[in-house]
Nanobody
């Protein structure tokens, strides 16, 4: 069973940056099929970054990267905006198979 653990969130002012990390353990899997999602209060969870996909709202500001040696996926978030405030999760990309159990996510709060 794959376990996903997200970290790196926090409180940041608008315009600031954060780097999120997703560590995976358990069964063998491909980190190339892992992306980043987020869920803001009262909203549905949405995919923000995949292999080459970026949501329009984050294009040019967020960058996904992977470290195969560490079985880790990262999300560099620059020029953060208050509307980026959400809990961020990593998990399989759509079409890559069923979702793994969702981790607890990491809270990102951007103040104006």
């Amino acid at each position: 069973q794959v376990q996903l653990v997200e970290s790196g969130g926090g409180l940041v002012q608008a315009g600031g940056s954060l780097r999120l990390s997703c560590a995976a353990s358990g069964s063998t899997f491909s980190i190339n099929a892992i992306g980043w999602y987020r869920q803001a209060p009262g909203k549905q969870r949405e995919l923000v970054a995949g292999s080459t996909y970026y949501a329009n709202s984050v294009k040019g500001r967020f960058t996904i990267s992977r470290d195969n040696a560490k079985n880790a996926v990262y999300l560099q978030m620059n020029s953060l905006k208050p509307e980026d405030t959400a809990v961020y999760y990593c998990n399989r990309l759509p079409g890559s198979g069923p979702f793994y159990p969702w981790g607890q996510g990491t809270q990102v709060t951007v103040s104006s």
